[in-house]
């Protein structure tokens, strides 16, 4: 099994495409931008390209995923609370609730519903390896909740469930926002300042 991380579009965003094998079952996470190159990493590791999934409905996220299904025929995934907020062209196939999941090669993949920055965000933890964060966690902070549908309570709930996942996770976050493009869950615990927060209170007077 494998992931490919792909740095997109003007806002630094990360997408992922992650394979059983070289030309095996594959699904890609957050098409925010730049179709093609998300379509050229799919067909140079020749992937049959199941699932588009989405950690979150913002355009920044989505907005290549209308493109990636007519061009391979994969289902777009979200959680149930991110389709009021889905514009445009972008529908969903499916969805994703908490602890729902589908096995992936001989591995499995689990969602972890993580709302706060919008209601349907999610987290996936991937083969017991990779911690897919989105826009709930970044490398040293974590997402915004200023924006409609945000609640700062429901992040910091949020992040202790991230909180009691293995160390040894590597955070694969939806923007490039940090020093390093990806750190283990464990040294995140040790630094991003969000997750070191003892209480709501001091989360909340992170500037
Ligand atoms: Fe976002």
């Known amino acids: 099994m494998f992931m490919e991380q792909l740095r997109l579009g003007p806002g630094a965003n990360f997408a992922y495409v992650f394979g059983a094998a070289e030309g095996g079952e ?8 730049e179709p093609d190159r998300l ?42 609370a991110s389709r009021p907020g889905l514009q445009g062209e972008v529908t969903l196939d499916g969805t994703l609730a908490d602890g729902e999941g589908f096995a992936f090669g001989d591995q499995e993949v689990r969602v972890i519903h993580t709302p706060g920055h919008t209601p349907g965000g999610i987290c996936l ?3 017991q390896r990779w911690l897919v ?28 469930r991230l ?10 976050p939806g923007h490039d926002y940090g020093e390093v493009p990806s750190r283990s869950l464990g040294e995140e615990k040790a630094r991003n300042p969000t997750l070191r927060a003892a209480s709501f209170e001091e989360f909340q007077a992170i500037p």
Do not use: E
């Open 133 to 160: 964060t989105g826009d709930t966690l970044f490398i040293g902070n974590c997402g915004r909740t200023d924006l409609p549908g945000g609640d700062a309570r429901a992040l910091y709930d949020s992040l202790q």
């Open 26 to 33: 594959g699904f890609v996470v957050d098409p925010g931008a």
């Open 39 to 80: 379509l050229a990493c799919v067909k140079a590791h020749r992937l049959d390209l199941t699932r588009i999934i989405l950690t979150h409905h913002h355009f920044d996220h989505v907005a290549a995923a209308a493109s990636v299904k007519a061009r391979t025929g994969a289902k777009i995934l979200a959680h149930p």
């Open 125 to 127: 933890l991937v083969a």
């Open 163 to 172: 909180k009691r996942l293995p160390d040894a996770l590597l955070v694969l």
